[in-house]
């Protein structure tokens, strides 16, 4: 079983210091919601975030969604051979279930995503089909028991696509980590986690992208062409 | 030069059958516009659509959306080696020009579409981004004097994504024609204008998947690992 983990992903609950700003609450409340309780979205807070640390790595929801349905479109995906997860900027990891399709609908994602950070979970028909925990990147790890863990950066080693794919399969558990920002690099406590970082594109590739090219490879290895 | 077309795309405005219905004219006057100027949607003209011949096929802008994201995040596309082009069902070609960002929001796509759509083209700082033309498929590959035009459905002669590339990449103009609807195969119309077709997957795949993985492999005959 791969698991793919989108790192140090975009994707946070407005954070404290900025919910009194106007343009904040505005945006909230024009959709009935309190501003603790809805994403930080750049096109939205744009000019409440420029007071924010880290401000250009954050509230980007709209790639982690990209991300996410990129790897459940993949045979590996519903074929059960893949689980994937994210961890958020922040210090929180979600874990997707099995077969889960989410919505492609932007406005719905994020709809589900408030409602995964305020309730931990996410169950319908009995099946839980999403879960948030609070819990740093090295318990993330933990908890998955990746016997491997191979990030894709471009400060890594070069390397391509299809020799980190068949590294990956070569291995029981491995965990790819890809991160889930616009731009940069892993954060330290990310990157102290990775066994292996590669390189696997001389231009940088948005996240979409890459997940679809090493899965694809990875894929070809375990299930053929 | 190879030239993507996404073929039968599910795009479209509203049809003059259902511009008088209730549902369709209120979530046209939210947006502040006449239900001939917006496009089809199925997520919000689903019970309208359900009048329409093919609407299985159609309404879905959301799926034109990400298989152009996904198309446009290629470095072959930033490096000017990938043209794009959409048929939609209905019989109108969009020509993409070179180094355009299409908007990630859906809601700021569909406007840009619908634009499109009334004006004939998006134009920004002399520069021409999107041109839509009156034109059936045949018209379509004839102005893009494709040597070959290869399509991909599961109805194909079964083959991969490498072997595919490969065939592409051994002409000088080839087109890779690949389907924007939800379900089924190409239209005859479609059909009869391909002088190949392969079925790259046992499984159906989303049309950005097919996309993102006959682009990679495409890519790395031509640019390289």
């Given at each position: ?30 959709r ?19 007071r ?89 790890v ?20 299809e ?56 894929e ?6």
């Amino acid at each position: 079983l791969l698991t793919l983990i989108i790192a140090d992903a975009a994707l946070e609950t407005v954070p404290e210091s900025l919910r009194d700003h106007t343009a904040v609450r505005r945006s909230a409340a024009s959709r009935g919601k309190r501003s603790d309780e809805v994403l930080l979205d750049r096109s939205y807070h744009h000019a409440a975030m420029l007071r924010l640390k880290d401000h250009s790595r954050r509230g980007r929801p709209d790639l982690v969604h990209f991300a996410l349905l990129e790897a459940a479109a993949t045979p590996l995906y519903s074929e059960d051979r893949l689980r994937i997860c994210v961890h958020m900027f922040g210090g929180k990891a979600i874990f997707m279930g099995e077969q889960v399709r989410l919505p492609r609908s932007y406005l719905r994602f994020v709809g589900l995503m408030e409602q995964l950070l305020q309730e931990g979970k996410v169950v319908s028909g009995g099946r839980r089909l999403l879960e948030s925990v609070d819990m740093d990147f090295g318990g993330l790890v933990d908890r998955i028991g990746a016997s491997s863990v191979v990030g894709l950066s471009r400060s890594g080693r070069p390397s391509g696509f299809e020799a980190v794919a068949e590294d990956l399969a070569s291995e029981e558990d491995a965990a790819l980590v890809v991160g889930g920002f616009p731009r940069g690099h892993f954060t330290a406590e990310t990157a102290s986690c990775l066994d292996q970082v590669f390189s696997v594109n001389r231009r940088p590739l948005e996240a979409h992208v890459v997940i679809a090219r090493a899965l694809y490879e990875y894929e070809t290895q375990v299930l053929g062409k």
